[in-house]
């Protein structure tokens, strides 16, 4: 039997856990797969917020985050690889709680979520980069992104208090 060398054959998008895990099959395209995951996170939570509602959107992100747990675990101890670029279910469900933040849903607040989300996930920010190097389980690769989030809310609401 001949072990794969390239990650991403552990893994099927036949399979659900790996599927939901690489965003519905976004986060293989490339360039850039996390930037792939946050814009379908902003599209999915967009058309999602304003018809569930504020409450309700909250209720399934937050249902997201601890399932995301489990999956991106399950599915980075199946590709032998922490945190593998493919991996963007972090991505969308982190975009989702940004998007609780926008005082609209319009194309300029979808835009700043995206683009502050995705500003602080590459940086990396203090405490982002030590949750991403020290936490090497799917609460890890999940928190990671929720900080990051968490950043972008902070200038959300700042822009949103000026403009």
Same mark, same amino acid.
């Given at each position: 039997?001949?072990?794969?060398?390239?990650?991403? #054959?552990?893994?099927? @998008?036949?399979?659900? *856990?790996?599927?939901?895990?690489?965003?519905?099959?976004? %986060?293989?395209?490339?360039?850039?797969? %996390?930037?792939?995951?946050?814009?379908?996170?902003?599209?999915? %939570?967009?058309?999602?917020?304003?018809?569930?509602?504020?409450?309700?959107?909250? *209720?399934?992100?937050?249902?997201?985050?601890?399932?995301? =747990?489990?999956?991106? #675990?399950?599915?980075?101890?199946?590709? &032998? $690889?922490?945190?593998? &670029?493919?991996?963007?279910?972090? #991505? =969308?469900?982190?975009?989702? @709680? $940004?998007? !609780? +933040?926008?005082?609209? $849903?319009?194309?300029?607040?979808?835009? =700043?979520?995206?683009?502050?989300?995705?500003?602080?996930? =590459? !940086?990396?920010?203090?405490? *982002?980069?030590?949750?991403?190097?020290? !936490?090497?389980? %799917?609460? &890890?690769?999940?928190?990671?992104?929720?900080?990051?989030?968490?950043?972008?809310?902070?200038?959300?609401? +700042? !822009?949103?208090?000026?403009?």
């Amino acid at each position: 039997m001949t072990v794969p060398q390239n990650p991403l #054959e552990r893994v099927t @998008l036949r399979n659900p *856990i790996h599927f939901l895990a690489l965003g519905f099959g976004f %986060g293989l395209l490339h360039p850039a797969p %996390g930037t792939w995951g946050s814009l379908v996170g902003v599209i999915v %939570g967009a058309l999602l917020l304003p018809w569930l509602g504020a409450k309700t959107f909250f *209720i399934l992100t937050a249902l997201c985050f601890f399932l995301g =747990i489990w999956l991106c #675990e399950r599915t980075s101890h199946d590709m &032998g $690889v922490h945190d593998h &670029g493919s991996i963007v279910w972090d #991505e =969308i469900v982190a975009v989702f @709680l $940004v998007l !609780l +933040a926008v005082p609209q $849903v319009s194309l300029f607040w979808c835009t =700043i979520a995206f683009v502050t989300f995705r500003l602080f996930d =590459i !940086l990396k920010p203090y405490p *982002i980069r030590y949750f991403d190097e020290k !936490l090497t389980n %799917g609460f &890890g690769i999940m928190a990671d992104d929720i900080l990051a989030a968490g950043y972008s809310i902070l200038v959300i609401l +700042a !822009l949103a208090h000026f403009i």
